[in-house]
T-cell receptor, first 116, second 114 residues
Framework: ETGVTQSPTHLIKTRGQQVTLRCSSQ?????VSWYQQALGQGPQFIFQ???????GRGNFPPRFSGLQFPNYSSELNVNALELDDSALYLC???????????????FGSGTQLSVL | AQSVTQLGSHVSVSEGALVLLRCNYS??????LFWYVQYPNQGLQLLLK??????LVKGINGFEAEFKKSETSFHLTKPSAHMSDAAEYFC????????????FGAGTRLFVKA
């Protein structure tokens, strides 16, 4: 049990639609990172939010956007869905950005998104 | 730029046998290295982490990994496999830049035969 919850667990959308995925971080964790994990692949970094501002972004187009709220919840929004967006989306929370000796990521179980 | 290569997308061992999962990394700065495990329908769980202290890192569930700078490797081992070790394992590398992100390898699926 990591204390990080994601909703929904599964979602089916059609191409061109928009989707919002939600994550509830551990209490006190100021940092949330989002990852896309395609079938048979490792997770790919989408972006990170720290204290409600984007703090780093991977190689994903602007139609992938996020929000982080003061209550340790966050959202990943994807516009104009494409078939290749079908994947497991993971969020991970941590106390602060960067790596400290005792720092680590706490992952949620993910949202499985299928785009038809 | 950082990258991670995991050698072997699938590894099969017998219960009680040695587990060896291979990982090589590329990084322009001293890296932080990780091994994560993912069970079906679950998120990732940290097994162990290298942060420039001891080169031999011990993790949970009897796993350990050795950082070898000369070989740019961070292989994961366990002396005796258990059926419950069957899962997907990911090696990852990160820089402590403040714009923190973790780069994951493609993963190695471990099968344990009775």
């Amino acid at each position: 049990e990591t204390g990080v919850t994601q909703s929904p667990t599964h979602l089916i959308k059609t191409r061109g639609q928009q989707v919002t995925l939600r994550c509830s971080s551990q209490s006190g964790h100021n940092t949330v990172s989002w990852y896309q994990q395609a079938l048979g692949q490792g997770p790919q970094f989408i972006f990170q939010y720290y204290r409600e501002e984007e703090n780093g972004r991977g190689n994903f187009p602007p139609r992938f956007s996020g929000l982080q709220f003061p209550n340790y919840s966050s959202e990943l929004n994807v516009n104009a869905l494409e078939l290749d967006d079908s994947a497991l989306y993971l969020c991970a929370s941590s106390l602060e950005p960067g790596i400290a000796t005792n720092e680590k990521l706490f992952f949620g179980s993910g949202t499985q998104l299928s785009v038809l | 730029a950082q990258s991670v290569t995991q050698l072997g997308s699938h590894v099969s061992v017998s219960e009680g046998a040695l587990v060896l999962l291979r990982c090589n990394y590329s990084s322009s700065v001293p890296p932080y290295l990780f091994w994560y495990v993912q069970y079906p329908n679950q998120g990732l769980q940290l097994l162990l982490k290298y942060t420039s202290a001891a080169t031999l890192v011990k993790g949970i569930n009897g796993f350990e990994a050795e950082f070898k700078k000369s070989e740019t490797s961070f292989h994961l081992t366990k002396p005796s496999a258990h059926m419950s070790d069957a899962a997907e394992y990911f090696c990852a590398v990160s820089e402590d830049t403040g714009g923190f992100k973790t780069i994951f390898g493609a993963g190695t699926r471990l099968f344990v035969k009775a």
